[in-house]
């Protein structure tokens, strides 16, 4: 059986429901929030970044306004996949140097990203005014649909505040034991603080559907069992060797591998984080996330 077989046996209906959603989503209507969604791991070199930016390209074809976020002030590489050199990022927004619109990237590949200052990691501590000012230049934005905060990977307090007030969060890990257990470990300090986040658990690099989902059953049933948090499964990546192949080119694989197993099986994580879109509601958005990141008291 080849893969794409095993793809259309083991997910056929959340392939369907990703076709479904390409035809019937449309661009952010005027005062629509936008929706959050924080993608973190508990160890680097699970591919977190190589998917937030494929899945903003997915999200783009889907139809939907995407902006990403590099979270990872001590190592943005967001930039870097995409093969772009920002030659401004949050640091000048902080010190007066440039306006948040104009550090904006528009990419070729459909989406838009805000590089990180990269070593600037104090970012959660600024003072009153530069907090305020960065603050208030998030609440500006407007327009987009979706915005994807790609994190530094860990359990540190700079991690975890930008899962906190995030609609959605992804915790991505791959098959190892080290990444299993790192997974969990930021699942627990996250529901440490936010016993009612809705999380969801994304394995990457796995080499059939079967390891996939024993993965995500492992994590998502000791999380039950010693959090009492419900984790949803949101799906697998296969390990691909196209990925590590975009990665060199900096391209995103979706884009230059789109029949490809990892591309079939982001279109169905897309799908499925599309199947239930967040009402307005008054304290939401880009402002909001960002007024609860940098508030004194969460």
Not at 11 to 39: C, H, N, W, Y
């Amino acid at each position: 059986m080849n893969w794409t077989q095993l793809i259309e046996n083991n997910l056929r209906d959340f392939m369907d429901q990703a076709s479904t959603l390409r035809q019937m989503v449309g661009k952010a209507e005027p005062g629509t929030a936008t929706q959050i969604i924080t993608l973190t791991s508990g160890k680097g070199g699970v591919g977190k970044s190589t998917l937030s930016v494929n899945l903003g390209l997915a999200l783009a074809a889907a139809g939907k306004k995407v902006l990403l976020f590099d979270a990872d002030l001590g190592l943005a590489n967001v930039n870097v996949l995409l093969g772009v050199v920002p030659k401004f990022n949050l640091y000048h927004v902080i010190k007066g140097h440039k306006e948040l619109e104009d550090i904006i990237i528009r990419t070729p590949e459909g989406f838009d990203i805000i590089a990180g200052a990269s070593g600037y990691s104090v970012l959660a501590n600024l003072p009153e005014k530069e907090r305020s000012k960065l603050v208030a230049a998030f609440e500006r934005l407007t327009g987009y649909d979706i915005m994807l905060i790609d994190t530094g990977a860990g359990v540190s307090a700079n991690v975890v505040d930008f899962t906190l007030p995030a609609d959605k969060v992804v915790v991505i890990t791959t098959p190892e034991p080290t990444a299993i257990t790192d997974a969990y470990g930021i699942i627990k300090s996250i529901v440490l603080v936010a016993p009612d986040k809705n999380i969801k658990l994304l394995v990457n690099r796995a080499t059939s559907s079967l390891e996939g989902r024993k993965v995500a059953e492992r994590v998502i049933n000791i999380s039950s069992q010693f959090l009492n948090v419900r984790v949803e499964n949101l799906g697998f990546i296969y390990d691909d060797d196209n990925v590590a192949k975009s990665v060199r080119r900096q391209k995103p694989f979706y884009q230059l591998f789109p029949h490809s197993k990892a591309s079939a099986c982001l279109d169905i994580v897309a799908a499925r984080l599309l199947e239930q879109e967040l009402p307005l509601r008054r304290d939401s958005g880009i402002g909001a996330f960002f007024r609860k990141i940098f508030s004194p008291v969460m």
